[in-house]
């Protein structure tokens, strides 16, 4: 089976080059190709010898996998799958969510780093299927690269389908490729990853990168937390907060708390009460979100006035909240509703 030369780093090329008695400087060539060309195929890297593409064909494919399936939103979200291939012909799926704001100025990618998720947050569809396997750099990058006009993405945020601290070697791969001038070239500032928080991991990807965090947090109360979030067992948000206040937020890297909410569950006032107090000092905004309902599930959603009550009073006391606007969720593509467990069993 050919190994994919995209979502490789610049140094892996260059490795790969001299291992097919190329040059070094090849490797910034094709990477060129992968990432600025968006080459298909190989045969199409020209400046490259036909003998050194034969070369490199005996053991290399560029790559790339197109969509699988592709819904489009009365919303003009569209929800994308993609069936990645493994070794010995095990397949995993996982769905990826592109959202325009409707004003033609920010166009959002919603990205997988995992099938499945190991998390099993009660509200999440993605949780419910359980886990199917970690995803490369270059199975997550192809979701961007993938979709049809990718050209005008504004912003891409690696709130999909898994945890990407779970997977976060391959995330700091695929932020690199995105950021660095060999690859995509973008700026940190359009990338946002966001986490349940495992805290030696989280300071891992705070010192690696320069991209955006945003901690799931969904209620400011441990002993209500771990009742939707059973993380909250091994990693105390607690910890996770202590060591966020040990980074600067006051510049241009944001720090956010999302936060769905859940009609009698974590929508009172004391509930925002103790979440001023569980993030006072910290320079940083919270997401209120409307829960998009999954089938058998005891939550019901807090209703938009109640939302903005909740929204106001933080506001009142000095913290920035907004209310996400809730987008796809006709064609399951909204906050917390991915899922490729039916789709996985359709391709086995």
Known sequence: MAKALYGLTLVELQEIALSVGL????????????????????????????????????????????????????????????????????????????????YGERNTLCVSSQAGCKMSCEFCMTGRQGFGGNLTAGEILN???????????????????????????????????????????????????????????????????????????????????????????????????????????????????????FDGVNDSRSHADALLALVKGLHCRVNLIGFNAIPDSRLKGTSLRKMAEFRDYLCNKGLTATIRQSKGSDIEAACGMLSTKRKQVEGQ
């Open 143 to 261: 979701q961007m690269a993938s979709t049809e006009g990718h050209e005008d993405l504004t912003n891409i945020v690696y709130m999909g389908m898994g945890e990407p601290m779970d997977n976060l070697v391959e995330v700091l791969k695929s932020i690199e490729i995105m950021t660095s001038k060999w690859g995509y070239a973008w700026s940190p500032r359009r990338i946002t990853v966001s986490t349940i928080g495992i805290p030696e991991r989280v300071k891992t990807f705070l010192d690696s990168c320069e991209a955006h965090i945003a901690i799931s947090l969904h209620s400011p109360r441990s002993e209500e937390r771990v009742n939707i979030m059973p993380v909250e067992k091994a990693y105390p948000i607690e910890e996770t907060i202590d060591l966020l206040r040990g980074y600067d937020w006051e510049g241009q890297r944001r720090l956010t708390f999302e936060y769905t909410m």
């Open 23 to 102: 040059k070094k400087f090849a490797g910034a060539q094709i990477a060129d190709w992968l990432y600025s060309k968006n080459v298909e195929s190989i045969d199409g890297m020209t400046n490259l010898s036909l003998k050194a593409r034969e070369a490199l064909k005996e053991g290399y494919e560029v790559g790339r996998t197109a969509p699988a399936e592709v819904l489009t939103s009365k919303d003009g979200t569209r929800k994308m799958l993609y069936r990645y291939g493994r070794e010995g012909g095990k397949e995993i799926a996982v769905e990826t969510a592109y959202i325009p704001d409707g």
